[in-house]
């Protein structure tokens, strides 16, 4: 790889099984998922001078079917100061082109929000790095979202830095994107901090931080609020809505979750209490899924039904007579694919 000018570079790998990473000879980067689906995307930054380095990328197979994904370029190095409000940040994604990094400090006990927006669906990562470009969190928009959210909270002051880069299928043509960087003392208010759709990453720590919060996933109407738990938690509780009753509580959990727990709300709306007993890290991914309506057909009588992601499913019943041919069908409305 040939490198005009010293400049930072930004590597995206997605990798099954394992992956090891090699410039000028030297192990940079290793992805690890034997007998795992996929690492998912990962990325990583290194500070690269001008001239020719050697790439190499090391790829094992465990089992079955697999693959490897690699992609860099340069980062363009912004600054970010911050005045009366939140700080808007305007760039451009490019197809092989540059990805963008805005640079801004963070004081202890503060709550940041970043908002993202882009101008059609495509895939974007929206990445909080310290000073020494370690990757702090992550917020994912798989391209069916049009503007994502990130929720951190500051524990260790400093330089930190935002990068704003395609996902694996980066844009053929340049993508206009606006990136509101600004602090959310409210966050944990007594009032519900609102976390408008359509997605958004919540990580927030509760060192030099409240340790009971809530806060309100608000989607538009015809969606359904979701959230994904990535790891056991400790205290919360979920409600359909926006009221916390006994009859609309989804689930309470106590540390005792797996791993990619999903809830699903049965509106547009969901409320969530987060309470911890000791210091430490919350992190929770939520999403406004769109209601896909689906119609099954049985001769003149028909029903409907919701299905709202791959894997979901519903029963219908119906009396059948002896002897009787029947035709059963289905009409749906966005759906890709489905089976009856």
Partial sequence: MDISADQMQVFLVNANDEAHIFIDGRATFSALCSGLLSCGDLVFVRNLQRGRHDLHARFMNHAGGAHMFLRWQAIELHSIEFHSGPALQQGQLLGGGTADAFA?????????????????????????????????????????QI????????????????????????????????????????????????LAGPGGVLDYSTVSQPTSCTWAIRCPE????????????????????????????????????????????????????????VAQQFVATYRCIEEQYVRVEVGSDSVQGVINSAGDRGAFEFAATGGEMYGIQIQRESLPRCVL
């Fill in 104 to 144: 801004f400090q963070a004081r202890e006990g503060m709550t940041y929000h970043f908002a993202l927006q882009v101008g059609e669906m495509v895939s974007v990562r929206m990445l909080l790095f310290d000073e020494s470009w370690t990757e702090v969190s992550m917020a994912i928009m798989d391209g069916e």
């Fill in 147 to 194: 503007a994502g959210h990130l929720i951190w909270a500051c524990t260790i002051p400093g330089t930190y830095r935002v990068l704003v880069i395609p996902g694996p299928r980066a844009p053929v043509n340049a993508v206009d994107f606006l990136l509101s960087v600004g602090s959310a003392t409210s966050v944990c208010a007594d009032e519900p901090y609102i």
């Fill in 222 to 277: 015809g969606f359904a609020a979701s959230i994904t738990l990535p790891h056991p938690t400790s205290a919360l509780a979920a409600y359909a809505g926006e009221t916390a009753t006994v009859a609309s509580q989804l689930a309470y959990t106590s540390g005792n979750t797996s791993s990619g727990f999903v809830l699903r709300s049965s509106n547009n709306k969901m409320l969530l209490q987060f309470t911890a007993v």
